[in-house]
C-alpha cells in the first residue's frame, strides 16, 4: 500500500519513492519529466523510476544485485502507474 507524505515522498511497506524533479543530463541538459529515487528503509538506493521514451511511460531502472519481493514489485508497479497516469493526464489537460 503506497502513502504519499508529501511532494517529495511516497512510502510503500518496505520501500521509499522520493521525488528528485528534473534532474541533470550531462552539462547543459535537463529531463523533461521527474526521476524518482527508490530506496529502502536504510535510504540504500535500489533504484530509478524515469520517464522511458521509447515505451512513452514512466520505467523502473533497478541498481545490480538488488533483491525484490513480490510486495515491493508491486508496490514499484503501482508507483510507475500511477505517474504515468499523472503525467499523461497533466500533458493532455495543458494541451486544453
Known sequence: ?????????TQGTHIFFRNMGPTPIGK???????????TDKGNFLL??????GRWRKYSFMPNELCVF????????????????????????????
Do not use: P
Open 1 to 9: 500500500m503506497l502513502k504519499r507524505v508529501d511532494a517529495v515522498w
Open 28 to 38: 547543459t541538459k535537463w529531463t523533461k519529466t521527474n526521476v524518482y529515487e527508490v
Open 69 to 96: 519481493e513480490e510486495t515491493c514489485l508491486r508496490e514499484i508497479s503501482q508507483f510507475i502507474e500511477e505517474e504515468t497516469k499523472a503525467h499523461r493526464a497533466k500533458k493532455k489537460a495543458a494541451k486544453a
Open 47 to 52: 533504484g530509478r523510476i524515469a520517464w522511458f
